[in-house]
């Protein structure tokens, strides 16, 4: 794929996450499926991280005791950096959904393209930097928990 259709590619991601939420609404209802959660967790990768992620080896969906979601990395080979993305069932807000993939995905980019994973400094300077960068691309706020 060439340059200009990557910028493309990029643009209408950015647009749709957008124009989704306004016309959707931010608590408009939906079905969590493993499907509708890697569909828009492609439509972040693309909006967000100009697609270099790699999809996660699976979306695991359940009630957590503790958390809405979380990320967790492992290795099937020595060069291979996978994750298993994991969303609470009890999210029922679009946009909190939203924001919640989008928080885990900071997290995927940790391990996958700056290599780095330190458990007890996960909500960084490192991962903080992409405050901004979720703002302005998809129109999603960046917290330290969920």
Known sequence: MGNAATKEKIKLA????????KTKGE????EMTET???????????AIFDGILTPPTRIELRCFRDS???????RPN??????TIGLSTD??????FLTILAHEMVHQWEWEVAKKWEPN?????????WRGKLR??????????Y
């Open 121 to 129: 400094i996960a909500h960084g300077k490192r991962f903080f930097s």
């Open 68 to 74: 809405m979601g979380w990320c967790k990395p492992w």
């Open 136 to 145: 302005v691309r998809a129109g999603l706020p960046l917290e330290r928990t």
């Open 14 to 21: 950015r647009t749709k996450l957008k124009t989704h939420l």
């Open 78 to 83: 020595a060069k291979a950096r996978r994750v």
């Open 91 to 96: 999210i029922c807000e679009r946009k909190e």
């Open 27 to 30: 608590h408009a209802d939906f």
């Open 36 to 46: 509708f959660c890697l569909y828009w967790w492609h439509w972040l990768n693309n």
